[in-house]
């Protein structure tokens, strides 16, 4: 069983930027982010493959970029130009199916970090 744990969560104005990290046991085939908003279904904001394949949702439009540390076993998601709905608990997720942005393909989950953009 893989074990993640997510920090670099808080709060930032519109436009600012945060950096999410993911601490893992060991890398999978596939090592991605999601966000969930209360009463909504969890999405798919970014993936990367073992291979260095990328995978962003539609929404991210160029703003966040995913890495690796390979020395620090650890995921990255850099956020820039934050939007006020951006707000959600960010998970870190890993699975060893297809690499991609449909919540079926992980079997791992972090226990979540929350982002509040707001001014």
């Known amino acids: 069983q893989v074990h993640l744990e997510e920090s670099g969560g808080g709060s930032v104005q519109p436009g600012g930027s945060l950096t999410l990290s993911c601490k893992v046991s060991?890398?999978?085939?596939?090592m991605g982010w999601f966000r969930q908003v209360p009463g909504e279904e969890r999405e798919g904001v970014a993936s990367?493959?073992?291979?260095?394949?990328?995978y962003y949702g539609e929404f991210v439009r160029g703003r966040f970029i995913v890495s690796k540390d390979n020395a620090q076993n650890t995921v990255i998601l850099q956020m820039n130009y934050l939007r006020p709905e951006d707000t959600a608990v960010y998970y870190c997720?890993?699975?060893?199916?297809?690499?991609?942005?449909?919540?079926?393909?992980?079997?791992?989950w972090g226990q979540g970090t929350q982002v509040t953009v707001s001014s």
């Open positions: 997720a890993a699975g060893d199916r297809s690499c991609g942005l449909r919540t079926r393909d992980f079997s791992a």
């Open positions: 990367m493959s073992s291979g260095g394949s990328r």
């Open positions: 060991r890398f999978t085939n596939c």
